[in-house]
T-cell receptor, first 116, second 114 residues
Framework: EAQVTQNPRYLITVTGKKLTVTCSQN?????MSWYRQDPGLGLRQIYY???????DKGDVPEGYKVSRKEKRNFPLILESPSPNQTSLYFC???????????????FGAGTRLSVL | KQEVTQIPAALSVPEGENLVLNCSFTDSAIYNLQWFRQDPGKGLTSLLLIQSSQREQTSGRLNASLDKSSGRSTLYIAASQPGDSATYLC?????????????FGTGTRLTVIP
């Protein structure tokens, strides 16, 4: 089954304690992204990746890091989490290139993070 | 910068009614527009994708239209069912390629009352 898998689904942590949210896709997609979703603000892109070893900042990258060492994995790293990073996080992937089928975004189930 | 707006933020309808969800965007230079469904505790599921050259797309009871020149899209749901209750998001893509060109609205939370 084609899917994007995020772990963990729920995470409660304290300020300053480093954490990693993993994301894996099994569709051989080139493009992967991380979004955060906050009430009234919609989904905002944190980081994106065009392919292995090719990452760049999205709209709200401060406080986050990513890596893309393998095509299927795109972990999100919070080196020193703060309460304003409490949010619902989504990983997404899609194929590279044009055309309707290639532009469909596939999303993970989300990770709800609370930073105390 | 592209801004995407969805009004209303929430909508309640009795079962069986037809309804329309609205999406507007500020920059008409889009490549395509996608409608998603988001269920509580779950991720986003793609419903329909309309290319900029198209006027509408249909899937079952869903019909999405696109008027690029006026910066508007609608999602029409026929004969609504309680199972349609969810948050509906629209997203516009700015260019053909790239992973950083998708802009989301804030969604409309739909409740279909049995």
């Amino acid at each position: 089954e084609a899917q994007v898998t995020q772990n963990p689904r729920y995470l409660i942590t304290v300020t300053g304690k480093k954490l990693t949210v993993t994301c894996s896709q099994n569709m051989n997609h080139e493009y992967m992204s991380w979004y955060r979703q906050d009430p009234g603000l919609g989904l905002r892109q944190i980081y994106y990746s065009m392919n292995v070893e090719a990452t760049d900042k999205g709209d709200v990258p401060e406080g986050y890091k990513v890596s893309r060492k393998e095509k299927r994995n795109f972990p999100l790293i919070l080196e020193s989490p703060s309460p304003n990073q409490t949010s619902l996080y989504f990983c997404a992937s899609s194929l590279k290139g044009g055309g309707a089928a290639k532009n469909i975004q596939y999303f993970g189930a989300g990770t709800r993070l609370s930073v105390l | 910068k592209q801004e995407v707006t969805q009004i209303p933020a929430a909508l309640s309808v009795p079962e069986g009614e037809n309804l329309v969800l609205n999406c507007s965007f500020t920059d008409s230079a889009i490549y395509n527009l996608q409608w998603f469904r988001q269920d509580p505790g779950k991720g986003l599921t793609s419903l329909l994708l309309i290319q900029s050259s198209q006027r509408e797309q249909t899937s079952g009871r869903l019909n999405a239209s696109l008027d690029k020149s006026s910066g508007r899209s609608t999602l029409y749901i026929a004969a609504s069912q309680p199972g349609d209750s969810a948050t509906y998001l629209c997203a516009v893509r700015r260019g053909v390629t790239g992973a950083n060109n998708l802009f989301f609205g804030t969604g409309t939370r739909l409740t279909v009352i049995p």
